[in-house]
Every structure is written in C-alpha cells, then in structure tokens.
C-alpha cells in the first residue's frame, strides 16, 4: 500500500514538473479582469466565429480594449456582441470570399451605421478591388456627422470614379479640419471630394 | 481700502467674460534664458552684455499671457533691459471667422541713451482657410511716450500665412502714421511741411511709413528656426536709408526636453515713432524651460493628446512600424492597439518632441490609441476614427506592406 502511495505519489511530482514550465510559460489571462459570466462569453463568440469561418481575432481583441480601458464588464459584453454580429453580418453582406480586412472593415461601418445596401453597393462596383479602405473611411465620416447616406453615396461615387486608397484616405483628416474651421460635416466632405480627381481607365480602342 | 463701484464691477464682469470657458488646454510655461547679446547702433560704441531674460506664459483656449523681461549685466551693475507685457483674447472660429484683441506694454532698451516705452492695443479679424493657412486684417493703437511723437501712433495692417510641411511662412503689411515733433528745416536747409507749430514754433509733421515683412518658422525635430526679411516704404523724411531693408534669424536647438542653446543675428530697422535707431545684433545663450506637468482635476487630461501635433507610422522591417508622436511639454506618451493585445506601450523620447515605438504590425487593418501623461486613451490625429463601444473613439490604422 505505502509502495503504491509512493509510486502514485512519484508520478503526480513527475507530471508536476513536467507542466510547470509550460504552466509558468502561459502569461497572464488577458481576459482574466473579466467576471465569470463576460469570460464564457468572450469564449463562446470566438468560438462561434471559427466554427462560423469569421475572424475571430476582432472578437478577443474588443474584449482585450475594454479591459485595458477600464470599461464595466456589461458595456464590455455589450461591445463584445456587437463586434461578432457585426462581423456575421459583414460576412453575409460581402460574400464568402471576403478577406479579412474587408470583413473587419466592413464591421465598423456597419456599428459606425453605414446600412447593408451600402456595403453591397461598394463591393459590386469594387471590379475585385478591396474595398477595405472605402468601408474605414466610411465609417471614419459617419463618426464624425456626416449623414450616412451622403458619407455612403459620396464614397461610392468617388470609388466608381477610381479614386484610389491615398486619395480615400486623405480625406477624414481633410474633412477634420473643415469642421473644425466650421463648416457642417456634410458640405465638407462634398468639398473635399470635388478634389479628388476622377480616374477611370481608359477606354478600349474599337476594333 | 477697494470701493465697489460701477467702473469697477464693470471692469469685473468684462474679465470675467473673457476668461476662457474651456480650461481644458491651458498650459503655463516659463523660460529663462541666459547668455551674451552684443548691438551695435550707428553713432554709438558698440555694447555687449550678459543678459537674463525670464519668461512666463499661459495658454488658455482663448486667452493668451505672457510676460518678459530682460537684465543686462554691463560691467558692474545691472540694467532693466527689454521688457513685455502682453495679452490676447481670441474668439472661436466660426464660419472661417475669428476676431482678436491684443494689448501691450513693453519697453524697448537699447542702451542708457536710445530706450522707449510704449503701451498698445490692436485688433485683428481671422479668416482661417484651414489649419494650414489664413490671412488677417488688423487696426490698433500705440502710444509711446517721452519721445519727440505726439499723438498716438496708428496702425493698420494685414498678413497672411500658410503651412509647408514643417515650416510655417508669414508675411504682413503694417503702415504706421503718426505726427512729431520735427525741425522746420531739413538737413538742406530746405522748409519743410508743417501740419501744425506748438506754442516754441517748433513744426508738428505728419509722418507715415509702410513695412512689408516675410518670416519663416521651421521646426524639425529638436530643431527651431525664425527667419525674416523685411523692407520699409516711406519718404526720405520718414525712414532713413540704414532702415530700408532689415533681416534676422534666430535658432533654437533642444539638446534636453527642458533645456536649448539659443543664437541668433540680424538687423532691426529704427523705429521713428519709438525714437529708436536701427541697430545690429547678436545674441549667443542656453534656454531652460520647465513645462509643469498638469495634476488630475486641475485640467481635463484628455485634452493633453488633442494637444499632439503629429503622428505617423513608417515601415521598419518585416512586419515592424515605427510609431511616432510629435508633442512637446509632456511626461509621457503611450500606444497601444490590437498589436500590442491592448496592452499599452510606453513610447521613449527622442529630442524635444519626438516620441516613438518600434512595434510588430502586421499588414492589415488596425484599431490604435494613444494617452499622453496617462490621461484618456485618444485616437491619434490624422488617422481614420470609429465609437469603440465604451464611450471613445479609436483610430483605425491601414498598414500596406
């Protein structure tokens, strides 16, 4: 019986020191800050993002912002859920063969209010070009007061006319200061986008 | 023993409607300065002193201080030199609109003979194309005193200004008109024109004269640089040849986030209505400055990152950016992102302004933050912004490979 103690003992030591430096190599739990109810949460949205093909990175990484912002645990799950549906709702809207960024991209517009129709509108007129870029800027205009059917039919306008993601991505700065200097978010951004050249590719030659 | 009275209370409120409503961005700094300045005046010895010049500024929303003053350690004994007082009330921009009242005292030492003292006021309108470029129209007052003018000293003006990259170029058109005390003759013996003659026959002239000025403010790094060149229209009776063309630069380099070399040279044109004559100059000196961290409560700390200049992220390797934030007058600077898992990342110093991290960011789209003196978590200017769901905003960063 001692032996049998001792072996067992033995054993469990052996097993101990096996695990403990991985156990000392597992830093802290990100998401260990959260209560019982937001980790399970956390959890199971990434875990219903990978079965569902959705990034899931987007999901962890909301809860991981709201930790480290100091956000109370409801407004972190709140944040949390909103981030999966959004990415659900992204995926549906675009297509399967969304990368990624696009899908993240196309996430915070829809939180940002950027409607559905508005994302389908700019993928079809995409040419197979990422859209991930109009979708940040877009969200980036609704942010700041522009109504989202002028943000959206703005953006869509500049994109069928070829402007690229430099041109897209000068102009929340630009708008910025428009409204800083005073002027409405709305008459901004259509001053703004009057200067952005249209550049389509050239006509093919008739045959 | 203070009286309450009508002028007084009036006095009261006015101050009090100017203050500012917003404390949120104010700042008080102070500055010494310490070195060796040198002038040299035609018709006078050329003189060099030791010089200590303090200054202190607030920054407010709206409301500008400051206050300077200058002593010169010339031999022995020390001499109250070039001294300051000014003030500035700003309105907010609306509709590319703006308005301003600014109001000096200062004194204008150049040696025991040629020094001045004046008191002014003056009133600008603001059109702000944009945070990089406006032009103003201006309208004051100066009255300078134990000197041969008599009346007031009008001035009017205007100026426009625009940003290029990192330099700042200005330039400004300001006439001054005046009357004084003048000789009945001039050096020809020839009569001249009197507006007036005071009760000893002496001749009361109009005189008038126009400057135009370029400048030029370029910051780099630990690097400050002022340059301006200016020229001066009038008759021969009202500027001199040596006062037709003026220029000056003057450099200040951070060797610490508190302490610079000062150096500058240059030529000031004489200055009629003062009584002062056109000089030369040069001036050679270290410059301490103590930017006093602001404590939780007394000012909201979240403005301290609106407060950064500039922000930019450059490629530095496979898969790594270089982060940098350009803010002057802080402790810190942080970052942080879903690259760093949200955890944040304290940005290191690298001369005055400059604060930067070397952080694994992979291509793609990215949410980041930036906190400067452990304040409110920003997004950093200039970049895409979104509501992070917990009452913020978060910058959206697009990094291509």
């Given at each position: 019986?001692?032996?049998?103690?001792?072996?067992?003992?033995?054993?469990?030591?052996?097993?101990?020191?096996?695990?403990?430096?991985?156990?000392?190599?597992?830093?802290?739990?990100?998401?260990?800050?959260?209560?019982?109810?937001?980790?399970?949460?956390?959890?199971?949205?990434?875990?219903?993002?990978?079965?569902?093909?959705?990034?899931?990175?987007?999901?962890?990484?909301?809860?991981?912002?709201?930790?480290?912002?100091?956000?109370?645990?409801?407004?972190?799950?709140?944040?949390?859920?909103?981030?999966?549906?959004?990415?659900?709702?992204?995926?549906?809207?675009?297509?399967?063969?969304?990368?990624?960024?696009?899908?993240?991209?196309?996430?915070?517009?829809?939180?940002?209010?950027?409607?559905?129709?508005?994302?389908?509108?700019?993928?079809?007129?995409?040419?197979?070009?990422?859209?991930?870029?109009?979708?940040?800027?877009?969200?980036?205009?609704?942010?700041r007061g522009v109504p989202?059917?002028m943000?959206?039919?703005?953006?869509?306008?500049?994109?069928?006319?070829?402007?690229?993601?430099?041109?897209?991505?000068?102009?929340?700065?630009a708008v910025e200061q428009d409204i800083v200097s005073g002027a409405a978010p709305g008459d901004a951004l259509v001053n703004r986008a009057r200067t952005?050249?249209?550049?389509?590719?050239?006509?093919?030659?008739?045959? | 023993?203070?009286?309450?009275?009508?002028?007084?209370?009036?006095?009261?409120?006015?101050?009090?409607?100017?203050?500012?409503q917003g404390?949120?961005?104010?700042?008080?700094?102070?500055?010494?300065?310490?070195?060796?300045?040198?002038?040299?005046?035609?018709?006078?010895?050329?003189?060099?002193?030791?010089?200590?010049?303090?200054?202190?500024?607030?920054?407010?929303q709206n409301?500008?201080?400051?206050?300077?003053?200058?002593?010169?350690?010339?031999?022995?004994?020390?001499?109250?030199?070039?001294?300051?007082?000014?003030?500035?009330v700003t309105t907010p921009v609306r509709h590319h609109l703006s308005a301003q009242l600014?109001?000096?005292?200062?004194?204008?030492?150049?040696?025991?003979?040629?020094?001045?003292?004046?008191?002014?006021?003056?009133a600008r309108v603001h059109l702000v194309f944009s945070q990089a470029g406006g032009m103003w129209l201006e309208?004051?007052?100066?009255?300078?005193?134990?000197?041969?003018?008599?009346?007031?000293?009008?001035?009017?003006?205007a100026g426009a200004w625009t940003?290029?990259?990192?330099?700042?170029?200005?330039?400004?058109?300001?006439?001054?008109?005046?009357?004084?005390?003048?000789?009945?003759?001039?050096?020809?013996?020839?009569?001249?024109?009197?507006?007036?003659?005071?009760?000893?026959?002496?001749?009361?002239?109009?005189?008038?004269?126009?400057?135009?000025?370029?400048?030029?403010?370029?910051?780099?790094?630990?690097?400050?640089?002022?340059?301006?060149?200016?020229?001066?229209?009038?008759?021969?009776?009202?500027?001199?040849?040596?006062?037709?063309?003026?220029?000056?630069?003057?450099?200040?380099?951070?060797?610490?986030?508190?302490?610079?070399?000062?150096?500058?040279?240059?030529?000031?044109?004489?200055?009629?209505?003062?009584?002062?004559?056109?000089?030369?100059?040069?001036?050679?000196?270290?410059?301490?400055?103590?930017?006093?961290?602001?404590?939780?409560?007394?000012?909201?700390?979240?403005?301290?990152?609106?407060?950064?200049?500039?922000?930019?992220?450059?490629?530095?390797?496979?898969?790594?950016?270089?982060?940098?934030?350009?803010?002057?007058?802080?402790?810190?600077?942080?970052?942080?992102?879903?690259?760093?898992?949200?955890?944040?990342?304290?940005?290191?110093?690298?001369?005055?302004?400059?604060?930067?991290?070397?952080?694994?960011?992979?291509?793609?789209?990215?949410?980041?933050?930036?906190?400067?003196?452990?304040?409110?978590?920003?997004?950093?200017?200039?970049?895409?912004?979104?509501?992070?769901?917990?009452?913020?905003?978060?910058?959206?960063?697009?990094?291509?490979?």
């Amino acid at each position: 019986m001692k032996r049998l103690a001792g072996r067992r003992g033995l054993v469990a030591l052996i097993a101990l020191a096996a695990a403990a430096p991985s156990l000392f190599a597992q830093g802290p739990d990100p998401l260990a800050k959260l209560d019982t109810a937001g980790r399970a949460l956390v959890r199971s949205l990434v875990d219903s993002a990978r079965a569902e093909g959705l990034p899931s990175e987007p999901v962890l990484s909301k809860a991981q912002e709201g930790v480290a912002k100091h956000a109370p645990n409801p407004a972190i799950a709140r944040a949390v859920r909103t981030v999966f549906l959004s990415l659900r709702q992204a995926r549906n809207t675009l297509g399967p063969k969304a990368s990624r960024d696009e899908l993240t991209a196309a996430a915070a517009a829809l939180q940002a209010g950027i409607p559905a129709s508005a994302l389908a509108d700019l993928r079809a007129s995409g040419h197979g070009k990422s859209i991930t870029v109009p979708l940040v800027v877009l969200a980036d205009l609704v942010t700041r007061g522009v109504p989202r059917d002028m943000a959206s039919h703005t953006i869509l306008q500049l994109w069928m006319g070829g402007a690229g993601d430099a041109d897209l991505l000068g102009l929340p700065k630009a708008v910025e200061q428009d409204i800083v200097s005073g002027a409405a978010p709305g008459d901004a951004l259509v001053n703004r986008a009057r200067t952005i050249p249209i550049r389509l590719p050239p006509a093919k030659v008739p045959e | 023993m203070f009286a309450l009275n009508r002028p007084s209370v009036l006095i009261a409120v006015a101050a009090a409607l100017c203050l500012p409503q917003g404390a949120a961005s104010a700042q008080v700094v102070s500055r010494l300065e310490a070195g060796a300045v040198t002038s040299s005046t035609p018709g006078f010895v050329p003189s060099s002193a030791l010089s200590l010049t303090p200054d202190l500024r607030y920054e407010g929303q709206n409301v500008k201080l400051s206050a300077r003053g200058s002593a010169w350690l010339d031999g022995n004994s020390w001499d109250f030199a070039d001294a300051r007082l000014s003030g500035s009330v700003t309105t907010p921009v609306r509709h590319h609109l703006s308005a301003q009242l600014m109001a000096n005292a200062s004194r204008a030492y150049y040696d025991r003979i040629n020094q001045n003292q004046q008191v002014a006021a003056e009133a600008r309108v603001h059109l702000v194309f944009s945070q990089a470029g406006g032009m103003w129209l201006e309208t004051g007052v100066a009255r300078p005193w134990r000197v041969a003018v008599v009346s007031a000293v009008d001035v009017a003006g205007a100026g426009a200004w625009t940003q290029v990259g990192p330099a700042t170029l200005t330039g400004t058109y300001t006439n001054f008109a005046f009357t004084r005390i003048a000789s009945a003759s001039d050096s020809t013996s020839s009569l001249q024109t009197c507006v007036a003659t005071t009760d000893n026959s002496r001749c009361l002239r109009q005189s008038h004269f126009s400057d135009v000025q370029g400048s030029v403010h370029f910051e780099k790094g630990p690097v400050e640089l002022d340059a301006q060149s200016g020229y001066r229209f009038g008759d021969a009776t009202d500027v001199t040849p040596d006062s037709r063309r003026w220029a000056a630069a003057n450099a200040v380099v951070w060797l610490t986030s508190d302490v610079a070399m000062v150096v500058g040279a240059g030529r000031q044109p004489s200055n009629p209505a003062r009584g002062l004559p056109a000089r030369n100059y040069a001036n050679l000196g270290m410059m301490f400055a103590a930017w006093p961290a602001m404590t939780a409560g007394a000012v909201p700390i979240e403005a301290r990152a609106s407060a950064i200049s500039k922000f930019a992220v450059a490629a530095a390797g496979p898969s790594l950016e270089r982060v940098q934030v350009h803010i002057a007058g802080v402790q810190s600077v942080e970052v942080m992102g879903d690259f760093t898992d949200w955890q944040p990342v304290e940005m290191v110093q690298r001369g005055r302004d400059l604060w930067e991290a070397l952080l694994p960011i992979a291509d793609g789209v990215h949410q980041i933050n930036v906190r400067v003196d452990g304040g409110k978590w920003l997004p950093p200017p200039g970049t895409p912004t979104m509501r992070d769901g917990f009452n913020g905003e978060v910058g959206m960063l697009v990094v291509h490979e």
